[in-house]
């Protein structure tokens, strides 16, 4: 008996093949076979669908670049490397051998940079939750405490007090840089006078040593300006502190948020053509640390704890098509294999998506579903690509940065990720879960055990 072939209902639609729209010509690019030079389809054969790939190469280049824009820029620069950012071991430890100190925000988080051996000397510990235990060891461990509020203040002061401990604390300050709605819920706030009553209390305290000033001032910034205002507020600051106490702090940490390459859902034009490059994010910090008017060898030290504008590009994910379909009003849709619970970002960003074999030139405006049995799980709500059939593959790209620390098993497992080494090799960096994985931290009460 011979078997019918696969077939979908025709439908009429208008072919704009190579047509201009207003952005430029045709918004469907080459497909992508291959990532620094490893065919996707060897990946996925090898290491299966869907699979994320991140590039070392590009890591150290991301951070080579930035480290040398801002050391021309400033004399004294160091980076931080935002392990919220994607937490992945591999990953970090590159970020590691390229000097990166670690930015953690929970004692999860430090205890993860500990085990890379990151000495306590070199970790930021930020974040509003750090529990008596957290402190007493980033305290003993000599890392850089960064507060957060008066209560963590007073922990900090009473634990020094208590276990006889001398603690190197910097405040996170919070402050209005002109881009609305403001961040003002983590630190002290700079306007009001909160940050400088927390300096006066900490310089009063003998078992305090104030060595810093912290500000994040957000998130996918796209405002060099929020940059310098908030970079000349700490160095005035800092320039407050040495007056008023004599003392010269040993840092200025202006926190992450730069604009990565990913273009924001509502962003009409795409992110290459309207974020900053991250030399102007630099011009603008470097004008505004003029502020500090120090002698040279006063200087203190910029960190950077630069989180997706580093590894955003780094980061690819493979996925499978499953399926054709069309909804109730004609549009097509696809369902790929890798669905919101891995792909958390495409709640914000609309991800390049390519495919990654060749294909006719014909395009269609499809909607992207994952594999969930929920109705939140669009990858896409709409974009133009060729067509594609069941068992062709696609490639979602600038996913290196959120996803694989957000993600979560939730209907599907979490699925392999690779990395793709300087030297062309492939290594498994974080394995698929499976059943037993997931369940071994369960317990079902005795009399719930089945008989039967
Ligand atoms: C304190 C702090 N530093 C650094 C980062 C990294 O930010 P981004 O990935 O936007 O550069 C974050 C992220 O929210 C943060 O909260």
């Given at each position: 008996m011979t078997s019918k072939k696969r077939y979908e209902r025709p439908v009429v639609t208008k072919h704009y093949s190579g047509f201009m729209n207003k952005i430029g010509t045709s918004s469907f690019s080459k497909p992508?076979?291959?990532?620094d030079g490893v065919q996707v389809t060897e990946l996925v054969e090898k290491f299966g669908s869907p699979l994320f790939i991140i590039s070392e190469r590009r890591i150290r280049q991301n951070q080579r670049n930035a480290y040398r824009i801002f050391k021309t820029r400033y004399p004294k620069v160091q980076f931080a490397w935002s392990?919220?950012?994607?937490?992945?071991n591999a990953v970090c430890s590159v970020f590691h051998q390229e000097n990166s100190w670690a930015e953690v925000v929970s004692e999860f988080e430090y205890d993860k940079a500990r085990a890379l051996g990151i000495k306590g000397d070199n970790i930021i510990f930020n974040g509003p939750d750090k529990n008596k235990s957290a402190l007493i060891k980033a305290i003993k461990e000599k890392s850089k405490i960064h507060i957060d509020h008066f209560d963590e203040l007073y922990d900090i002061i009473e634990i020094c007090d208590s276990e006889n401990l001398r603690a190197k604390v910097a405040i996170r300050v919070n402050m209005d840089v002109g881009v609305y709605p403001k961040w003002d819920r983590f630190g002290f706030n700079y306007e009001n006078g909160e940050a400088w009553q927390a300096i006066k209390r900490i310089v009063s305290n003998k078992n305090l040593e104030l060595i810093g000033l912290h500000t994040h001032i957000g998130t996918y910034m796209m405002s060099t300006e929020a940059y310098r205002i908030a970079a000349s507020k700490l160095a005035s600051l800092a320039r407050s502190i040495k007056e008023q106490f004599e003392i010269i702090i040993e840092y200025i940490d202006l926190g992450g948020g730069f604009a990565s390459h990913n273009t924001l859902?509502?962003?009409?034009?795409p992110a290459e053509e309207t974020i900053p490059s991250i030399d102007q994010f630099a011009d603008a910090i470097s004008s505004g640390l003029f502020e500090l008017n120090f002698r040279q060898d006063e200087l203190p030290f910029l960190i950077l704890e630069t989180g997706r504008a580093l590894v955003d590009d780094t980061g690819y994910l493979v996925s499978t098509v499953l399926a054709n379909k069309r909804l109730s009003d004609g549009k097509k849709a696809l369902i790929i294999d890798a669905g919101v619970n891995i792909l958390f970002t495409g709640f914000w960003y609309k991800h390049k998506i390519t495919p990654a074999q060749d294909c006719g030139l014909h395009t269609e405006e499809a909607a992207i579903f994952g594999p969930l049995c929920m109705n939140i799980d669009v990858v896409r709500e709409s974009i133009t690509l060729p067509l594609l059939k069941k068992g062709d593959r696609v490639v979602i790209e600038y996913v290196g940065a959120y996803d694989m620390t957000q993600w979560m098993q939730f209907i599907t497992l979490r699925p392999n990720v690779v990395m793709i080494m300087e030297d062309g090799s492939v290594e498994l960096i974080r394995q698929a879960e499976t059943l037993e994985y997931i369940t071994q931290r369960e317990l079902i009460p005795e009399k719930l055990k089945s008989k039967s």
């Open positions: 992508m076979k291959e990532i392990y919220k950012t994607n937490y992945l859902l509502g962003q009409y034009l």
